[in-house]
């Protein structure tokens, strides 16, 4: 999430949020934070309407994880911030949540395909073949009288 995304959220401006981003960058690694570039941000803007107010700003945006995310909660230090950071931790659980049952969906699908796999393999060998071309030489198409063109 970007940093006006994160500060709205958490209900101080964007420029408090980074205030305390520099205050306390030990807390912020590069796995938690970093700062978008000019054409990342140019994209951004491009992509996300919500993000229009950014277009004209001089400042290039921060981008924050999960972790980071969920770090300014502690560096903020204000209620709604600690109420945010536990809705934002439910929502990455459920997040997880999802990819896991999309993992396990996968997983499935690859047994039932290779179980289809050896049950229709007559069938499969049979549009493989009808997806080849035919061997032998090309026909010609066409209407023959026999004379040959300019005579």
Known sequence: MVDADLA???GVTTKRL?????R????????FMFQLTAEEKAE??????HLQRLK?????PYAFTEHGALMLANVLNSERAAQTSVEIVRVFIRLRQMLAA????????????KKCDAQFKVVFDAIRRLMSPPAGP?????????RRAGA
């Open 44 to 49: 951004v803007v491009a992509n996300c309407d």
């Open 138 to 146: 090309a026909r010609e198409i066409g209407f023959h009288t026999g």
């Open 56 to 60: 004209f700003s001089p400042h290039l």
């Open 8 to 10: 709205e959220l958490y």
């Open 24 to 31: 306390n960058q030990a807390r912020f690694p590069e796995d």
């Open 102 to 113: 999309n993992d396990e969906l996968a997983r499935k699908l690859t047994a039932l395909e």
């Open 18 to 22: 980074n205030e305390q981003v520099k």
